[in-house]
């Protein structure tokens, strides 16, 4: 009998101590934690060369500061990031070109989304995600980030690409094609 408890107390230790790992599928990383995916990292962090981080375009500041050679120090929490509105088509047959890279679906161009400059983007790390943008007029609207507006296809570093919706929200005519604005993650 004394054997049988021996054998068993290690085991039992074992399968307790198994049971309280936290499940790889549902785990979500926080500041410099490890990542793989958008949804490996929580809150508004981006994963970044594979560590879970303060995204420096947008001004996070969860992380709490401090640079890096590969991450500059974020702006402000507050802080907004200067962009170019332009108006896009996300529907099937609109200018957009093919369906969303975010979800490989074409979109109404009533919804407020939007597609981002490549580095924005940051390979998809922002996909669903929504986003706040401020017009010169002083308006704003949130959009859920669908797309990249890819720099190999002559978008440039700069540029919120977004819907008729979004256009609409702010009070803009789409006719005037490019509006600078400020966007910061919402």
């Known amino acids: ?6 054998v068993c107390l290690p085991s ?9 790992l936290p499940s790889p599928a549902l785990a979500i990383s926080s500041c410099g934690g490890s990542c793989r995916t958008l949804n490996d990292c929580s809150g508004q962090l981006i994963c970044i060369n594979g560590k879970c981080n303060d995204d420096p375009d947008v001004g996070t500041h969860t992380c709490g500061g401090g640079s890096s050679p590969t991450t500059p ?10 962009a170019i509105l332009t108006n ?14 975010c979800d490989g679906k074409y979109h109404d161009n009533s919804e407020r ?3 981002l400059s490549t580095r924005w983007y940051n390979n998809g790390s922002r996909c669903g995600k ?6 010169p007029n002083g308006k704003t609207t949130s959009a859920k ?26 009070g803009l005519d789409t006719d005037i094609g490019e509006v600078h604005v400020t966007w910061s993650m919402s």
């Open 1 to 6: 009998m004394a054997n049988s408890v021996l």
């Open 12 to 20: 039992l230790w074992l399968v307790s101590n198994f049971l309280s």
């Open 73 to 82: 120090s974020p702006p402000s929490s507050s802080s907004s990031t200067p």
């Open 88 to 101: 896009n088509n996300f529907e099937k047959g609109g200018d957009g070109g093919g369906p969303s890279e």
């Open 113 to 115: 989304i939007v597609a």
């Open 130 to 135: 929504m986003i706040k943008i401020t017009a």
């Open 145 to 170: 980030v669908v797309d990249e507006c890819d720099k190999a296809d002559g978008c440039r570093n700069n540029i919120v690409d977004g819907s008729d919706g979004v256009w609409d929200a702010l």
